[in-house]
């Protein structure tokens, strides 16, 4: 998968006229066309051409843009950032680009002009909605060794954190007056740090992404994305900054990252209106580390569905979550089948979640355990989970072992637990389940391994 994922965004974006860049000043040049073997125009692109300066001073929103612009103009090209800290404002990627942000090289985003927008999952993309943002694009490369500072402690996190604690105590008005018809478990609305809507082939290479106003990574509408090699890092109370947010798009590859943040590291969605988008399906998720934040998630915005996802070759370490699938009665549709293999948890208070009763908490603590729930009608938007297979999963330090909590109405059906091994505090907690359990061991120091519900239909094979 890696190497597809790979060639498909190289070989697709170069193919055209993007070759691997060879010197720091050479413009254009002759290269070898991936595809046809046929010579080529190479182009470099650079923002100094256009008045840029990497000091930390000049606003140099204009000049990248430019130096996009221009080479998306002659079909394609790397626009390159050197060392030094560039300061800007939202950026629009085009077909055919790589934005190359080099070893030193800082690209931190500057609202002076307050060009910045709020993003919403649930609306259409709009202009500076996101610090970088691909949209209607194919064949686009965001990479480098440098790093992208999305300003959130500077800019946003202050305000959001005093919307959220006024949420908490409960006085909403606020909020609804300034956000009206936006979830208040999604938090005040701010702008994205990257997002690809709509993209077909594209690639973020290598980077350091970091200081995210909200989400840090967004791909959503999209389809043949890898996201490779990046490092994500946002402070655990930094607010609503999920990792990577797989938003209703069709084969993304996940593989060699490393997450720290405030929300969940990866959350896998589909929207929260159904006939709105696509479901989001056959997703990889692989060698990668997940450390502080709330795991991996699929949900809670399931209307429109979720397919295929696989996570394996995995190590979460402190996080609050482990594998975690959250949705609602006002949100849900079909969700599986999901795979996980190889994973590996150090400290993680809940290794396994499975529920649909999500109310914006960030973890099992709050939430029903086994007690029975009241049943309502089966509607458009009741969740239905059917395929959960966890194999070769080891966990030691968790809190509760796994929490698996269907609905009356719509049990989670085929979970298999099979070569688990998890030493936590308290067992699986389970009502509205079922599946099977083989060769698995519970350590719970505190009751028993398992603590069985309402309709708990688990075969349990020793």
């Known amino acids: 998968m890696r190497k597809s994922f790979l060639a498909l965004a190289i070989a697709g974006l170069f193919s055209t006229t993007v070759m691997a860049a060879t010197g720091n000043d050479a413009t254009t040049g002759a290269a070898t066309d991936a595809t046809t073997g046929?010579?080529?125009?190479?182009?470099?692109?650079?923002p100094e051409d256009f008045g840029g300066k990497a000091d930390g001073k000049t606003l140099n929103t204009r000049a990248i843009q430019q130096a996009i612009d221009k080479c998306a103009a002659q079909g394609g090209g790397e626009v390159?950032?050197?060392?030094?800290?560039?300061?800007?404002?939202?950026?629009?990627?085009?077909?055919?680009?790589?934005?190359?942000?080099?070893?030193?090289?800082?690209?931190?985003?500057?609202?002076?002009?307050?060009?910045?927008?709020?993003a919403y999952i649930g609306r259409p993309t709009q202009a500076n909605e996101a610090f970088i943002l691909a949209n209607n694009a194919q064949n686009v490369m965001l990479t480098g060794s440098g790093t992208i500072d999305g300003s959130g402690k500077e800019l946003w996190w202050?305000?959001?954190?005093?919307v959220r604690a006024a949420v908490r105590s409960g006085n909403t008005a606020e909020f609804e007056k300034r956000f009206p018809n936006v979830k208040l478990a999604n938090g005040m609305p701010r702008p994205w740090l990257i997002e690809f809507n709509n993209v077909t082939g594209g690639m973020i290479y290598g980077l350091n992404i970091q200081n995210s106003p909200m989400w840090n990574v967004v791909i959503r509408n999209?389809?043949?994305?890898?996201?490779?090699?990046?490092?994500?890092?946002?402070?655990?109370?930094?607010?609503?900054?999920?990792?990577?947010?797989?938003?209703?798009?069709?084969?993304?590859?996940?593989?060699?990252?490393?997450?720290?943040?405030?929300?969940?590291?990866?959350?896998?969605?589909?929207?929260?209106?159904?006939?709105?988008?696509?479901p989001s399906q056959n997703i990889l998720i692989e060698n990668s580390v997940m450390h502080a934040g709330h795991g991996i998630s699929i949900g809670s915005e399931t209307a429109n569905g979720i397919g295929a996802v696989t996570v394996r070759n995995t190590t979460f370490d402190a996080t609050e979550n482990g594998i975690r699938i959250k949705s609602a009665r006002d949100r849900g549709n079909k969700i599986g089948p999901l795979e996980v293999n190889n994973v590996t948890m150090e400290n993680v208070a809940t290794p396994i979640l499975v529920t649909f009763s999500?109310?914006?908490?960030?973890?099992?603590?709050?939430?029903?355990?086994?007690?029975?729930?009241?049943?309502?009608?089966?509607?458009?938007?009741?969740?239905?989970?059917?395929g959960v297979h966890i194999n070769e999963l080891k966990?030691?330090?968790?809190?509760?072992?796994?929490?698996?909590s269907g609905l009356p109405e719509s049990i989670v059906h085929?979970?298999?637990?099979?070569?688990?091994?998890?030493e936590s505090k308290l067992g699986i907690q389970a009502r509205y389940v079922d599946g099977s359990i083989i060769n698995t061991r519970i350590e719970a120091s505190e009751g028993e391994p398992i603590v069985r519900g309402p309709d708990y239909g688990m075969r349990e094979a020793r």
């Open 395 to 404: 966990a030691t330090g968790a809190n509760i072992a796994a929490l698996l």
């Open 222 to 278: 999209s389809e043949e994305i890898g996201v490779d090699g990046v490092k994500i890092s946002a402070p655990t109370d930094s607010p609503n900054t999920d990792g990577i947010d797989i938003v209703s798009s069709n084969r993304v590859h996940v593989e060699n990252v490393e997450i720290f943040t405030g929300d969940d590291n990866i959350a896998i969605k589909s929207g929260v209106d159904q006939g709105t988008a696509e």
């Open 358 to 386: 999500y109310a914006g908490n960030s973890g099992a603590e709050g939430l029903g355990l086994v007690e029975p729930l009241d049943r309502q009608e089966v509607t458009a938007t009741t969740p239905c989970v059917d």
């Open 80 to 118: 390159r950032l050197s060392k030094g800290l560039w300061l800007s404002g939202p950026l629009q990627l085009k077909s055919n680009i790589m934005l190359n942000i080099t070893a030193n090289a800082t690209l931190k985003a500057d609202n002076r002009e307050q060009d910045f927008v709020a």
């Open 38 to 46: 046929a010579n080529t125009a190479y182009r470099l692109c650079l």
């Open 158 to 162: 202050d305000e959001a954190l005093k």
């Open 414 to 422: 085929n979970v298999v637990l099979e070569n688990v091994y998890i």
